[in-house]
């Protein structure tokens, strides 16, 4: 590529005065930060989109590891896809039913565990039989990060639950939100249980609105999460790792169906939108500035970073399966896709 136009020649000009001149060299700095998030997406196999296979995948969730391989849940086929680095279209990893999994939300890769943390809910009742798999509830489950084999099954003990996002403490304890009632929860040391860690009203839902989303610790060792319908936001302090005081968090705009938390640094996040938009969220005290990084996708779901100028964000497109008028009335975009978003040098 060339960086220089005819115009730009002078800055190789051997007279004294043309060497002396600076003036073009801001503009040659912004120029290779512009480019700086393009040729990570090269990089990265120049993929601008990856897809799913199938009518039903209605991703709901999406991390990954280091190596940049990708992991996606799938609300309306059950099971995870995987996108190893360079591929442009996701494969089947684990198939839907496997370790009596139903629909799967959440999704967090713990690499120092070598889990595969998932959410898995049967809701037949709202999208029908089309799930394989025989459990009943909500259930947090774990499977071996390299074969897939799983490793853990903890049922939520509320029988009105909804596993849907996961976190990981400092010390590696595995947390998750239940959408149907004011829960936090933890998983016990011996990976067998949950147990209400944090409980508040204002986490809990009411009528047809959504409650608890998504969950992240932050830099400071504190608790952050986010309920859907309401669009609040709500820190959760952490003291000898109990849940202390909940405090209300004010963003500088009102969010729209604010969906996954993840940490980037300190007390700043990646937060997506359902009604669109992938953020970034600065949290200062008890306000976040809001700073919107691209709109326009069709109910995003999940959001993850692979290395520093890069990130993936799920299309669930989840309102053409779970509401029932327009299931009825309109069909989803397929293939169902992923999205490479370049990040700044921010």
Not at 10 to 26: G, I, Q, W
Not at 59 to 86: C, H, K, M, Q
Not at 107 to 113: G, I
Not at 135 to 148: I, V
């Amino acid at each position: 590529m060339a960086f220089f136009s005819a115009g730009d020649r002078r800055m190789t000009d051997s007279s004294p005065a043309r060497r002396s001149s600076p003036r073009r060299l801001p503009s040659l700095a912004a120029l290779l930060a512009a480019l700086l998030p393009l040729a990570a997406v090269a990089a990265d196999g120049a993929r601008s989109t990856i897809t799913l296979p199938g009518e039903r995948a209605f991703p709901e969730a999406i991390t990954s590891t280091a190596d940049g391989t990708l992991y996606v849940s799938s609300l309306g086929n059950g099971g995870i896809f995987r996108a190893r680095p360079g591929e442009s279209q996701a494969t089947l990893w684990i198939a839907p039913g496997t370790y009596g999994t139903r629909s799967t939300f959440g999704v967090l890769a713990d690499e120092k565990a070598g889990v595969l943390w998932v959410c898995s809910n049967d809701i037949s009742a709202v999208i029908g039989p089309h799930v394989a798999g025989s459990e009943t509830g909500a259930w947090l489950k774990g499977f071996d990060l390299t074969t897939g084999q799983g490793k853990v099954s903890a049922r939520f003990p509320n029988e009105r639950a909804l596993c849907n996002d996961i976190a990981l403490g400092p010390d590696g304890s595995v947390y998750a939100t239940n959408t149907m009632a004011p829960e936090i929860l933890k998983l016990s040391a011996d990976r067998k249980t949950l147990a209400v860690w944090a409980t508040d009203p204002r986490f809990g839902p009411s009528g047809k609105d959504a409650g608890l989303d998504g969950i992240v610790f932050g830099g400071d060792g504190h608790v952050y999460v986010n309920t859907y319908t309401k669009a609040e936001l709500f820190r959760v302090d952490v003291k000898d790792g109990k849940a202390g005081a909940v405090t209300p968090i004010t963003p500088s705009r009102p969010l729209v169906l604010p969906d996954t938390l993840r940490l980037i640094e300190g007390t700043t996040f990646w937060l997506i939108e359902g009604g669109g938009r992938l953020d970034r969220m600065t949290v200062n005290g008890d306000t976040a500035t809001i700073e919107t990084i691209k709109d326009g996708f069709a109910l995003p779901t999940g959001i993850t970073q692979v290395g520093k100028h890069l990130a993936w964000v799920s299309e669930g497109q989840l309102d053409l399966i779970l509401d029932p008028a327009k299931r009825t009335s309109r069909k989803p975009a397929v293939p169902f896709k992923l999205h490479a978003v370049p990040l700044g040098a921010k």
